[in-house]
């Protein structure tokens, strides 16, 4: 059973550069939510997709953007990089229907900016 | 003020310990609460689901009170792979989850 996978690992951006993260969902689930986790943070909520829209949305600039496609797959484009962009970005998959909104994390792409 | 509030302690405890983790949020239209456990630069692990009722897995216990909006996960006879930090979550408006910063267990022989 194929879990939350995410590409790259980790990405070395230059300020106002433009990034592109990817995630693939656990098997069998349906929605996809992005994580943003600074250093001795707890993960903020980005953004959450679902049947290729956007569902809800934390409190991040729109610079912050997302995509899902057919296959459930998900990417989260940042432009206009900042210094405070650098973090680790955490994908998480869950199923819409099922009643325990569980969600399970892919291992994280770790984007550091200088 | 935070929508989760953790002591971010550390707690530093012996193997064999017994360690009791609290946890407060401030919407009380959540409807979902979970503990996860992080280790150092991995990503979160769903540890357990909480119910109102109370429940149980193994040596964690995890209570919710939903009156004082406040969580607990206790854990028995403490193992050095326990040391990690633990991150309490609540589900807000749908299924966001929304973190707090975590506690820091470490577990010393």
């Known amino acids: 059973d194929a879990g939350v996978t995410q590409s790259p690992t980790h990405l070395i951006k230059t300020r106002g550069q433009q990034v592109t993260l990817r995630c693939s969902p656990k098997s069998g689930h349906d929605t996809v939510s992005w994580y943003q986790q600074a250093l001795g943070q707890g993960p903020q909520f980005i953004f959450q997709?679902?049947?290729?829209?956007?569902?809800q949305r934390g409190n991040f600039p729109d610079r912050f953007s997302g995509h899902q496609f057919p296959n459930y797959s998900s990417e989260l484009n940042v432009n206009a990089l900042l210094l405070g962009d650098s973090a680790l970005y955490l994908c998480?998959?869950?199923?819409?229907?099922?009643?325990?909104?569980?969600?399970?994390f892919g291992p994280g792409t770790r984007l550091t900016v200088t | 003020r935070k929508e989760v509030e953790q002591d971010p302690g550390p707690f530093n405890v012996p193997e064999g310990a017994t360690v009791a983790f609290n946890c407060t949020y401030s919407n009380s239209a959540s409807q979902s609460f979970f503990w996860y456990r992080q280790d150092c630069r991995k990503e979160p692990k769903l540890l357990m689901s909480?119910?109102?009722s109370g429940n149980e897995d193994g040596r964690f216990t995890a209570q919710l009170n939903r009156a004082s909006q406040y969580i607990s996960l206790l854990i028995r006879d403490s193992k050095l792979s326990d040391s990690a930090t633990y991150l309490c979550?609540?589900?807000?408006?749908?299924?966001?989850?929304?973190f707090g910063a975590g506690t820091i267990l470490r577990v010393k022989s």
């Open positions: 998480a998959s869950s199923l819409v229907v099922a009643e325990s909104y569980e969600q399970y």
């Open positions: 979550v609540v589900t807000s408006y749908g299924n966001k989850l929304v």
């Open positions: 997709y679902y049947e290729e829209e956007e569902r």
């Open positions: 909480v119910y109102s």
